[in-house]
T-cell receptor, first 116, second 115 residues
Framework: AQTVTQSQPEMSVQEAETVTLSCTYDTSESDYYLFWYKQPPSRQMILVIRQEAYKQQNATENRFSVNFQKAAKSFSLKISDSQLGDAAMYFCAYSPYTSGTYKYIFGTGTRLKVLA | EAQVTQNPRYLITVTGKKLTVTCSQNMNHEYMSWYRQDPGLGLRQIYYSMNVEVTDKGDVPEGYKVSRKEKRNFPLILESPSPNQTSLYFC??????????????FGEGSRLTVL
């Protein structure tokens, strides 16, 4: 079965510091996508970053970057220079690319607190 | 503005009273899906649709129905709601056609309470 595991229910980081959120997944597929979504208190789901499994280069989006280890099935999110607005629930998600990206599996989420 | 719109945003109902949560997207996306979010469980996929008249079960389909008669709409139907369907529901759409392949565009969520 395909699963996504986020082992940190809650994390804290000081403003301007760096924090890493972990995510592991299990799959036998070779082609898939991985995502990190942010859910602030407004509950709107926002894409933070996406990674295509066939790309070895780690994705980056401004202060957000990932460490994608395909063999280890690990997909961690690093937030640099943390800001108060980064406080949210973060979900890791996996989508196998079989005939299209329509099946998604989410982790249970990590709540990030940013301390001033 | 590209968006996914779902209604109602909040609903309190009673056990057994049929209800429908509507979802509409204006991005011409071929894929649409429904999720429920529960504390400690993350988001779980209920149903998804690959195109008009093509739907399939996700991980937690029991007690739900969907239909996709038009490309833009994907309503979620609870024929006989029960208290264990109290949850936060999200509709989302996605496409494989552009550089944002696979990115889910979410609606704002519908908080459903079944008494």
């Amino acid at each position: 079965a395909q699963t996504v595991t986020q082992s940190q229910p809650e994390m804290s980081v000081q403003e301007a510091e760096t924090v890493t959120l972990s995510c592991t997944y299990d799959t036998s597929e070779s082609d898939y996508y991985l995502f990190w979504y942010k859910q602030p208190p407004s509950r709107q789901m926002i894409l933070v970053i996406r990674q295509e499994a066939y790309k070895q280069q780690n994705a980056t989006e401004n202060r957000f970057s990932v460490n994608f280890q395909k063999a280890a099935k690990s997909f961690s999110l690093k937030i640099s220079d943390s800001q108060l607005g980064d406080a949210a629930m973060y979900f890791c998600a996996y989508s196998p690319y079989t005939s299209g990206t329509y099946k998604y599996i989410f982790g249970t989420g990590t709540r990030l607190k940013v301390l001033a | 503005e590209a968006q996914v719109t779902q209604n109602p945003r909040y609903l309190i109902t009673v056990t057994g009273k049929k209800l429908t949560v509507t979802c509409s997207q204006n991005m011409n996306h071929e894929y649409m899906s429904w999720y429920r979010q529960d504390p400690g469980l993350g988001l779980r996929q209920i149903y998804y649709s690959m195109n008009v008249e093509v739907t399939d079960k996700g991980d937690v389909p029991e007690g739900y129905k969907v239909s996709r008669k038009e490309k833009r709409n994907f309503p979620l139907i609870l024929e006989s709601p029960s208290p264990n369907q109290t949850s936060l529901y999200f509709c989302a759409s996605s496409s494989d056609r552009d550089r944002r392949r696979g990115e889910l565009f979410f609606g704002e969520g519908s908080r459903l309470t079944v008494l």
